[in-house]
């Protein structure tokens, strides 16, 4: 499957972005899609991920203020970002899986990432 997402800027802190990520290959509804997210200097992590049956998950530090959908019919899955802070400043890519996970092994497609740039 091949990702691309989009969506990313610049915004100040307390905004909102959504991003959003396009599919193509694979039945989109047959597998499991993440949102993860690299900061400068500092290790990918896990943000959010939905399963192919909607149940979602969220890092701790994003619980409450992101919200992970999908839109089967548009094969798009979107990552709603609120009440953003400086230290959600990165890189953010999409990924696919055969079933939902945290740890970016699980993960086997990655789309090229959005630069998303909150300012204090």
């Known amino acids: 499957v091949q990702l691309q997402a989009s969506g990313g800027g610049l915004v100040q802190a307390g905004g909102s972005l959504r991003l959003s990520c396009a599919a193509s290959?694979?039945?989109?509804?047959?597998?499991?899609l993440g949102w993860f997210r690299q900061a400068p200097g500092k290790e990918r992590e896990f943000v959010s991920a939905i399963s192919r049956r909607n149940l979602t998950s969220h890092a701790g530090s994003v619980k409450g203020r992101f919200t992970i959908s999908r839109d089967n019919a548009k094969n798009t899955v979107y990552l709603q970002m609120d009440s953003l802070k400086p230290e959600d400043t990165a890189i953010y890519y999409c990924?696919?899986?055969?079933?939902?996970?945290?740890?970016?092994?699980?993960?086997?497609?990655w789309g090229p990432g959005t630069l998303v740039t909150v300012s204090s």
């Open positions: 290959g694979r039945p989109f509804s047959s597998y499991a």
């Open positions: 990924a696919a899986a055969s079933t939902i996970g945290t740890m970016s092994w699980e993960y086997n497609s």
